[in-house]
């Protein structure tokens, strides 16, 4: 088992190592995070102006939430995994893995660990430039539980977000192009992911719906979790939900592959 995993390991090490080359990339663009976070504090402040609360929460639980949506998208985004998988399958490239004992899911997500373990770390170098600024706004629930269903809250995030774009790479088996899909998808994802305003303050009955669906699962979840806009039960219900999406995404990744693969034959690629 553990000689099988060595392949893997080493697609990780070689995924760090190629990250860490335009690691000053991903610190500058975590710095330029920092303007969007300053917009969202004028936005929100401006909300708030005259009011308590906002569905029910203060203005430093609000803020706190998108500092913490901020963290989670350097930490669980996938970034351009799609494209990359998608530039694989159209020069070939993929063919290296048909002939040799690797899952290609596999290997990709090893990259994109690799990956995420350096953005999620270099965006700490910008906050910790904001810490002095934005330490009076945050204010983080206290009960252990949030710790122990939030961390498998963003592992599972982080799935969804691969399998999602690893999904989007598939489609290339049967279009040259993907970009239109990506983009519509990221709209989506701006919107119900809860990155524009919480989606509890949705109404009840279109928030319930949107909770049905997977994105929430990709940043949002967690995100309620650790800043206490979920209790317990709903979030262990809602950390089944998402272990489910995680099946079904896993589940068409596979059959997108195993039906790209004969169509890719088929062409002679």
């Not at 990259?111 to 600024?133: C, E, M």
């Amino acid at each position: 088992m553990f000689p099988a995993l060595e392949k893997y390991r080493q697609a990780f090490l070689v995924g760090l190592q190629s990250n860490l080359v335009y690691r000053w990339n991903f610190a500058i663009r975590g710095f330029f995070s920092l303007f969007h976070l300053a917009v969202v504090f004028i936005l929100w402040g401006a909300a708030f102006e005259g009011a308590g609360n906002i569905g029910g929460f203060d203005l430093r639980q609000t803020l706190t939430y998108f500092i913490t949506i901020l963290a989670l998208q350097f930490l669980v985004s996938a970034f351009n995994e799609d494209y990359q998988i998608s530039e694989e399958i159209r020069n070939g490239l993929i063919n290296q893995f048909l002939l040799k004992p690797i899952n290609y899911f596999a290997y990709r997500f090893s990259i994109f660990v690799a990956a995420r373990l350096v953005s999620g770390t270099l965006i700490l170098i910008p906050l910790l430039f904001a810490l002095p600024v934005i330490g009076d706004y945050l204010t983080f629930p206290a009960e252990p539980w949030r710790l122990a269903v939030g961390l498998p809250a963003v592992l599972l995030s982080a799935l969804i977000q691969f399998c999602i774009a690893y999904c989007f790479g598939m489609l290339t088996f049967w279009f040259l192009e993907i970009q239109g899909f990506v983009i519509l998808s990221l709209a989506i994802e701006a919107v119900l992911g809860g990155q524009i305003f919480p989606l509890d303050l949705m109404s009840p009955d279109l928030f319930a719906a949107s909770m049905l669906l997977p994105y929430p699962y990709q940043m949002y979840f967690p995100a309620a979790i650790f800043t206490g806009r979920f209790g317990f039960e709903e979030s262990l219900w809602c950390l089944g939900i998402q272990a489910c999406w995680v099946g079904i995404l896993l589940t068409v990744g596979h059959g997108l592959w195993l039906r790209g693969l004969r169509r890719h034959t088929a062409v002679g690629g």
